[in-house]
């Protein structure tokens, strides 16, 4: 007889203790979530609990992102635009859909308007596949690869990496509390909502739908400060199973005619919710400030004039500005701002410019 499918940690939140004992105190007896569907109350503190502890043997689903970050109007056209590009899933709306077999079976497919985009993670082998130019890469994965090493893909976040991300930030300058139950993809949940006490944060609040019967994210949604309309950002689940994937979803064979390459293996990603890890770039990326007012500083990542490439053409519609600093140019969005410096600089965070300028200047 075979054995049940070891239960495998699918998040790691990694919140520290005082600040869930902190959160603890200020949730006690009064941010319980309200009945509708009906749920049994939970506190705050209880939900971060839950999400710490939550456990699934696999899952499989379909993923709506949608972005309203209010950025320049975007190319739609040339390299780099098709709707499955890194540049694509800045705006609009696009689908994901998700296999999950434990830590060494994934599957990504990214859809988009004329083909898809794939990631297959299956023991130590990895495959990126992209329909539109008919290509593959295969990886050969180092032993014991878990799914953080997967090779690099532009696919939106899942909720659970969302989710993730949001809950890193927790701290002493985070507001803690729910806000009711909802239903997500057909199943009750309760919302928890994260707020920065900082008021120069540009993130106003990030609402966490969270399964009620297996404590996964099924949805992330972030607000910014300064809109009273919908979320700037959203990523969740329109449908969701948690039966495990068969096999024959994370087997994968070029399709006859294609070109493949074999790819150097990833690195291990860095563990910075940025997604960098400063003690390993050693002085190219570093951080300034702490908490939600968190400033990235990437040195020799920014152009230092616009070139035809989408990239460049967008860079070329952004404001000029300058100071003690240097120069550059600005982007704005509602949840982000940006500063490439003429000198090939990045300093990027969820704050206004004046912050950029004051981590520039260091």
């Known amino acids: 007889m075979t054995s049940a499918p070891t239960r495998t940690r699918l998040l790691r939140w990694g919140v520290p203790v005082a600040a869930a004992a902190a959160v603890g105190v200020a949730a006690t007896g009064v941010l319980t979530a309200e009945a509708d569907p009906p749920l049994p109350p939970k506190t705050a503190a209880q939900l971060l609990v839950d999400l710490q502890g939550a456990r699934v043997d696999g899952l499989s689903g379909t993923v709506v992102q949608d972005s309203d970050l209010g950025l320049p109007a975007l190319p739609t056209s040339g390299p780099g635009t098709d709707s499955t590009s890194p540049l694509s899933l800045l705006t609009g709306s696009h689908t994901l859909r998700i296999w999950y077999a434990g830590e060494t079976k994934q599957r990504l497919a990214l859809l988009g308007r004329l083909g898809e985009t794939d990631v297959i993670h299956n023991g130590r082998d990895a495959w990126l596949w992209s329909s539109g130019s008919n290509s593959a890469t295969h990886y050969t994965l180092p032993a014991g690869a878990a799914a953080r090493d997967r090779p690099p893909v532009p696919t939106p976040l899942t909720p659970q990496e969302a989710a993730e991300r949001a809950l890193a930030a927790i701290s002493p300058t985070t507001s803690v509390s729910t806000d009711g139950t909802r239903t997500v993809a057909g199943r009750d949940a ?33 607000f910014g400060r300064a809109s009273s309309a919908g979320p700037a950002f959203s990523v969740g689940f329109t449908k969701i199973s948690f039966a495990v994937p068969g096999d024959d979803q994370f087997q994968f064979s070029p399709p006859p005619g294609a070109t493949v390459t074999e790819g150097a293996a990833p690195k291990p990603a860095g563990r910075h919710p940025y997604g960098a890890d400063p003690e390993r770039a050693g002085s190219a990326v570093r951080t300034v400030g702490s908490g939600w007012t968190t400033v990235v500083v990437a040195d020799g990542v920014a152009p230092s004039a616009p070139d035809d490439g989408p990239g460049g053409q967008i860079l070329g519609q952004l404001q000029r500005v ?28 969820a704050v206004p410019p004046d912050l950029l300028y004051a981590a520039a200047a260091r």
Do not use: H
């Not at 006490?197 to 106003?204: N, Y």
């Not at 500063?339 to 965070?349: E, N």
């Open 322 to 349: 300058s100071g003690s600093w240097g120069s550059g140019r600005l982007l704005t969005s509602k949840l982000v701002t940006v500063l490439f410096t003429d000198d090939g600089r990045m300093v990027a965070g």
């Open 190 to 222: 309760y919302e928890l909502v994260l707020a920065p006490k900082d008021a120069r944060s540009l993130i106003g609040q990030v609402r966490l739908a969270v399964d009620a019967e297996t404590s996964v994210p099924l949805r992330v949604q972030l």
